[in-house]
């Protein structure tokens, strides 16, 4: 932010997994001049599909307004005079995202107590890192992250596999923007977030897992590794 003050540039929070995350006391989604939230299915609270903007702007909340209803002129109905979007949630979602709300701080406590269940047995173990949290934040741990540093892209694969066919899903961690063909032609390859992609996996992380479902997947993880 204060970059952005100095060079007078806008910062947008990406913040589509991490509601009620915080950062030195301030929610995520409240630092930049504007915030945007998923509401997505998988994430922390839901509407199904959809997502959110917050801002303390006017003109960015006017702005965005405009073009969520196909950026239709308020004085004349049916003139566009920009190119908008259909971005309007609807009722049904947005009565639905307002319940999930009312139990936000629910939800968040159970995925901090799943978090440490798998840091009761897993945080031990010679060369295998779970999510940081810092002392000046709060992580919701929108799913749980683990980095084996002996992993490379086969060797985590293969590992997968094998939980696998124990009935345990997994997924690697998100390709980095760097290597995907639309960015890749500039050159530049962000080489630490290649090496983490390689040796990261996500475990099991929804909300209605129970100890004793922790406890059995992070058996089978130690007797894969």
Not at 34 to 63: A, H, L, R, W
Not at 204 to 216: A, F, R, T
Request: hydrophobic share 35%; glycine share 8%.
């Amino acid at each position: 932010m204060e970059i952005s003050r100095r060079y007078n540039l806008y910062i947008i929070e990406d913040c589509a997994e991490a509601h009620g995350a915080e950062y030195k006391g301030k929610k995520v989604g409240s630092i930049g001049h504007c915030g945007v939230f998923s509401f997505y299915g998988n994430k922390i609270i839901t509407t199904g599909e959809g997502g959110m903007i917050t801002t303390n702007d006017e003109k960015i909340y006017e702005k965005a307004k405009y073009l969520r209803d196909h950026a239709m002129s308020k004085e004349k109905r049916y003139w566009h005079t920009e190119i908008g979007y259909n971005y309007r949630m609807t009722n049904i979602q947005a009565a639905l995202g307002l319940a999930q709300l009312e139990r936000i701080n629910e939800i968040i406590n159970k995925k901090r107590q799943i978090f440490e269940w798998y840091k009761e047995e897993l945080s031990d173990l010679e060369g295998i890192k779970l999510n940081p949290e810092k002392e000046w934040a709060k992580n919701v741990y929108w799913m749980v992250c683990l980095v084996n540093e002996n992993f490379d892209e086969e060797k985590r694969d293969e590992f997968m596999k094998k939980l696998r066919e124990k009935g345990i899903d997994t997924r690697p961690f998100f390709y980095p923007c760097s290597i995907m063909p639309m960015y890749k032609k500039d050159g530049f390859v962000n080489r630490i977030a290649c090496e983490i992609y390689q040796k990261g996996i996500n475990l099991p992380s929804g909300y209605n897992l129970k100890e004793e479902d922790v406890k059995w997947i992070t058996k089978v993880i130690i007797e894969n590794l």
